[in-house]
């Protein structure tokens, strides 16, 4: 036992000291730049991880060509201006001939950056795509930005809801991203049950969204598209509605999804109100009716019904004339005479 102890003590002697690479935080404070270096301005990082999870069939796809040629034309994302530089995309399923299609609506042309693209399918060996990888980025000086799509394609996880295999492979991803100074994004499939928290739709660990430092969740909303992005380093994005053009099948945002529901609520109230008034003249075509029977002819909520009743009062459309205790309506548009003479019917 002695003897053991004097062997574990012989070894920590012997061993090298190794320590951590200390900075020193004023040098490093002083000479940094007033705004984190970025890809798309307040978006994504120059250099860094982002994740852009969706359904299938939302458009996640198209959306991350789209950046792609954003960055090699040196064109706006989102009305935001983008680093220029060339982009590696890796279209690891889906056919051929569509990206081809997509990049000529987009309005690639090559000119001022090149869009890179890889098609076909990685090696099912996770460590052997790093590598071939990591080749393709040393023969590529230019790249700003790789995609890869989808992501599980190239990692080739075992088990994708074990944080112990996620979050390896995605500080590889950030390690690359470090090593080259590029910008590194990711596609990851949604979920089939939808989550109050749009972070949890990732398929697989909460470490693909703990490991980024953008997340990017679309979602589809009968024929609209909201996009939304929580961030580490930058202001977040709100769910906002996102405007497709088929023509060049690009997206661009809209008005946030809080602002387009307060619309809908404000176009359905103004039919509401509109059918409401519709009834409330054809009732009174013709004859005169008390409050009762007037709401009893019209469909909706009495509080509503009465409210819009006011509202044509206030402004001439019908008119109110006390009748003992009971209320009478009639049309406006009715002449004086035939008001008479519905009075002495009644």
């Not at 071939?132 to 890869?148: G, H, M, V, W």
């Not at 409330?280 to 909706?300: F, M, S």
């Not at 009748?323 to 019917?345: M, N, V």
Request: aromatic share 4%; proline share 3%.
């Amino acid at each position: 036992m002695a003897n053991e102890t004097k062997n574990e003590t012989a070894k920590k002697q012997d061993r090298k000291s190794n320590p951590f690479k200390v900075l020193n935080a004023l040098e490093k404070m002083n000479k940094a730049p007033e705004k984190i270096p970025a890809l798309v301005d307040g978006l994504f990082l120059q250099v860094g991880v982002s994740m852009l999870v969706a359904k299938p069939k939302t458009g996640k796809s198209t959306l991350a060509l789209q950046l792609a040629v954003a960055v090699a034309e040196e064109m706006e994302f989102f009305d935001k201006p983008t680093l220029h530089g060339d982009a590696l995309y890796l279209a690891l399923e889906g056919p051929e001939i569509v990206v081809w299609q997509n990049l000529k609506k987009l309005g690639y042309t090559g000119t001022r950056g090149i869009v890179h693209v890889v098609h076909g399918h990685t090696s099912f060996d996770g460590e052997e795509s790093f590598k071939r990888l990591e080749d393709t980025i040393a023969s590529l000086p230019k790249l700003r930005l790789i995609i890869i799509d989808p992501a599980s394609k190239l990692l080739r996880l075992v088990d994708a809801d074990k944080a112990e295999n996620v979050g390896p492979a995605i500080e590889k991803l950030e390690m690359l991203a470090k090593r080259h100074s590029l910008h590194i994004m990711f596609l990851v499939h949604a979920k089939k049950k939808v989550s109050d928290d749009a972070g949890d739709a990732a398929m697989g660990s909460t470490s693909f969204r703990g490991g980024t430092d953008t997340n990017c969740f679309m979602v589809k909303k009968g024929e609209q598209r909201i996009i939304s992005a929580e961030q580490r380093w930058c202001d977040p994005l709100e769910p906002t509605l996102l405007i497709h053009d088929k023509k060049t099948n690009s997206m661009r945002l809209g008005v946030t999804a809080e602002v387009e529901e307060e619309a809908q609520r404000e176009r359905k109230d103004r039919k509401t109100v509109e059918r409401i008034e519709k009834e409330i003249l054809d009732a009174l075509v013709g004859q005169e009716l008390t409050t009762r029977e007037l709401l009893a002819k019209v469909r909706g909520n009495n509080a509503a019904k009465l409210d819009v009743v006011e509202q044509m009062k206030n402004v001439g459309k019908i008119i109110a004339e006390q009748d003992g205790k009971a209320t009478r309506y009639s049309h406006a548009a009715l002449p004086t005479e035939t008001r008479i003479e519905l009075k002495e019917a009644a």
